[in-house]
């Protein structure tokens, strides 16, 4: 049993050795991980795994994995690509260049799964993807643009509902079980450590992308992360949540318009 | 006695269900009382497909308004609430909900042991939780979360479920304490505080 002052300590920990600052996410959530983490790595007691991660900093990178979610997949909600491929995009393509940003991408699913988007409007030579993550593991696999190949059938259908009419399977190479995408896609993805927690805005751009991240921080982290996502758009950008996160109750609410039933808000001033 | 009996009062009904369990609710649900004096969630296994119509569905069978949980949500008395598709449903100490999108729990997202744990360390024996139909083993862990919290475990009889496994599982595993049929279900629902 890990009881709530334990989680404390070592949120403290991870601040003061290494400047992770987990103290406003979801509890509930963040205790469910550490629980898990604990069984797992079959740690005896709370005790022992706080001495771990006090103590051996290479299994801070394993922690800091595990307790973040990093569950993600390729066209996740087809009818959300589905609406960026022809509402979104087409207006984006007015622009001479265009700069998007997936704030906290995980392995990268969806980075690629824009990527091909872009390709598909023709618009992916005069674009970047920013990714990024808090945690440098993830982002490795973002680099590598690899991923199972027993996925590919799952997304592939995803693809298809999202308006995509090409052979999913021309956009990789299989091998050993494993699907490559291909270069095309992956020279036009920047990838660095950024941490919605504390670091700040970086550039502007055209579209921020951070879906399923926000329902992991508590309400003032949230209002936090909405502002630095205002401060790093341009005038008339798009944002883009998860499924079930609002713009709704924030305090930047008033300088966004809901574009329609999917979660992507303009910028109107 | 005072205090033995508010402890005990029922703070959040939770309802977990897989295969065989929606129309379980659409007869529960009628006989419900009106004015439920605490907050029903209910965690149903169904396929991830975005539309949000089981929410309307179900909430046209009740007068107690029901609708599907939005991030960090108050829990409040009186609302029945569904997790969405695809999401794991979680308690905050400050009773609001949370949403999670981690890997699935026996094949499941939502999952009924996760959501029924979190509500044990959150309401304790305040907690009364309601295991219905199913084809797989979700859901009994957490009903044993749930006593270990002081909280009541129930679950549907399975001579009366569609897909009896998962009461079934959760009778062999543990001593659940009442074991109802529908009316059965109404009539324990409807009695609590």
């Given at each position: 049993?890990?009881?709530?002052?334990?989680?404390?300590?070592?949120?403290?920990?991870?601040y003061?050795?290494?400047?992770?600052d987990?103290?406003?996410?979801?509890?509930?959530?963040l205790?469910?991980?550490i629980?898990?983490?604990?069984?797992?790595?079959?740690?005896?007691?709370?005790a022992?795994?706080?001495?771990?991660?006090?103590?051996?900093?290479?299994?801070?990178?394993?922690?800091?994995?595990?307790?973040t979610?990093n569950?993600?997949?390729?066209?996740r909600?087809?009818?959300?690509?589905?609406?960026?491929?022809?509402?979104?995009?087409?207006?984006?393509?007015?622009?001479?260049?265009?700069?998007?940003?997936?704030a906290?991408?995980?392995?990268?699913?969806?980075?690629y799964?824009?990527?091909?988007?872009?390709?598909?409007?023709?618009?992916?030579?005069?674009s970047?993807?920013y990714?990024?993550?808090l945690?440098?593991?993830?982002?490795?696999?973002?680099?590598?643009?690899?991923?199972?190949?027993a996925?590919m059938?799952?997304?592939?259908?995803s693809?298809?509902?999202s308006?995509?009419?090409?052979?999913?399977s021309s956009?990789?190479?299989?091998?050993?079980?494993?699907a490559?995408?291909d270069?095309e896609?992956?020279?036009k993805?920047?990838?660095?450590t950024?941490n919605?927690?504390?670091?700040?805005?970086?550039?502007?751009?055209?579209?921020?992308?951070?879906?399923?991240v926000?329902?992991?921080?508590?309400?003032?982290?949230?209002?936090?992360?909405?502002?630095l996502f205002?401060?790093?758009?341009?005038?008339?950008?798009?944002?883009?949540?998860?499924?079930?996160e609002?713009?709704?109750?924030?305090?930047?609410?008033?300088k966004?318009?809901?574009?329609?039933r999917?979660?992507?808000w303009?910028?109107?001033? | 006695?005072?205090?033995?009996h508010v402890?005990?009062?029922?703070?959040?009904l939770?309802?977990?269900?897989s295969?065989?369990?929606l129309?379980v609710l659409?007869?529960?649900f009628?006989?419900?009382?009106?004015?439920?004096?605490f907050?029903?969630a209910?965690?149903?296994?169904?396929r991830?497909?975005?539309d949000?119509?089981?929410?309307?569905?179900?909430?046209?069978?009740?007068?107690?308004p029901?609708?599907?949980?939005?991030?960090?949500?108050?829990?409040?008395?009186?609302?029945?609430?569904?997790?969405?598709?695809d999401?794991?449903?979680?308690?905050?100490?400050?009773r609001?909900?949370?949403?999670d999108?981690?890997?699935?729990?026996?094949?499941?997202?939502?999952?009924?042991?996760?959501?029924?744990?979190?509500?044990s360390?959150v309401?304790?024996?305040?907690?009364?939780?309601?295991l219905?139909?199913?084809?797989?083993?979700d859901?009994?862990?957490?009903l044993q979360?749930?006593?270990?919290?002081?909280?009541?475990?129930v679950v549907?009889?399975?001579?009366t479920?569609?897909?009896?496994?998962?009461?079934?599982?959760?009778?062999?595993?543990?001593?659940?304490?009442?074991?109802?049929?529908?009316?059965?279900?109404?009539?324990?629902?409807?009695?609590?505080?």
């Amino acid at each position: 049993m890990i009881e709530e002052e334990d989680i404390d300590l070592l949120l403290n920990d991870m601040y003061d050795l290494y400047g992770y600052d987990f103290t406003r996410y979801s509890r509930a959530s963040l205790k469910r991980r550490i629980v898990r983490l604990c069984s797992l790595d079959k740690f005896p007691s709370f005790a022992e795994l706080r001495y771990r991660v006090r103590n051996d900093p290479s299994y801070l990178k394993r922690f800091v994995e595990e307790i973040t979610v990093n569950v993600t997949e390729m066209f996740r909600d087809p009818a959300f690509y589905k609406s960026l491929r022809e509402e979104v995009l087409p207006v984006l393509g007015t622009k001479p260049f265009i700069r998007i940003w997936h704030a906290g991408c995980s392995t990268g699913e969806e980075v690629y799964s824009m990527a091909i988007l872009l390709k598909e409007a023709n618009l992916l030579r005069r674009s970047l993807l920013y990714a990024t993550d808090l945690n440098p593991s993830v982002l490795e696999k973002v680099r590598k643009g690899i991923f199972p190949l027993a996925l590919m059938k799952q997304y592939s259908e995803s693809y298809m509902a999202s308006g995509g009419s090409k052979d999913f399977s021309s956009y990789y190479t299989a091998q050993y079980g494993q699907a490559k995408f291909d270069n095309e896609l992956s020279e036009k993805i920047i990838i660095s450590t950024h941490n919605l927690v504390s670091d700040s805005s970086f550039n502007e751009f055209d579209l921020i992308l951070c879906r399923n991240v926000l329902i992991y921080f508590d309400k003032d982290l949230q209002d936090r992360v909405l502002k630095l996502f205002d401060a790093s758009l341009g005038t008339l950008g798009y944002l883009a949540l998860g499924t079930k996160e609002t713009l709704k109750f924030s305090a930047v609410q008033h300088k966004f318009k809901q574009l329609n039933r999917e979660k992507i808000w303009k910028k109107i001033m | 006695m005072e205090e033995n009996h508010v402890k005990h009062a029922c703070q959040l009904l939770l309802i977990g269900g897989s295969a065989g369990s929606l129309e379980v609710l659409f007869k529960l649900f009628p006989l419900l009382r009106a004015d439920l004096p605490f907050p029903v969630a209910l965690v149903l296994h169904r396929r991830n497909s975005g539309d949000s119509s089981l929410s309307d569905l179900l909430a046209s069978k009740t007068l107690n308004p029901t609708h599907e949980v939005e991030d960090k949500e108050p829990v409040e008395p009186g609302t029945i609430y569904l997790a969405p598709a695809d999401y794991h449903l979680l308690f905050e100490h400050d009773r609001t909900f949370s949403l999670d999108y981690s890997e699935k729990i026996h094949f499941s997202r939502p999952s009924i042991d996760v959501t029924f744990e979190s509500a044990s360390e959150v309401y304790g024996a305040g907690l009364v939780a309601l295991l219905l139909s199913g084809a797989n083993e979700d859901g009994t862990a957490g009903l044993q979360a749930v006593q270990r919290e002081g909280g009541r475990a129930v679950v549907q009889n399975p001579e009366t479920a569609q897909m009896p496994f998962m009461p079934n599982h959760a009778i062999t595993h543990m001593a659940v304490d009442h074991v109802l049929d529908i009316v059965g279900m109404a009539n324990f629902i409807n009695a609590l505080e």
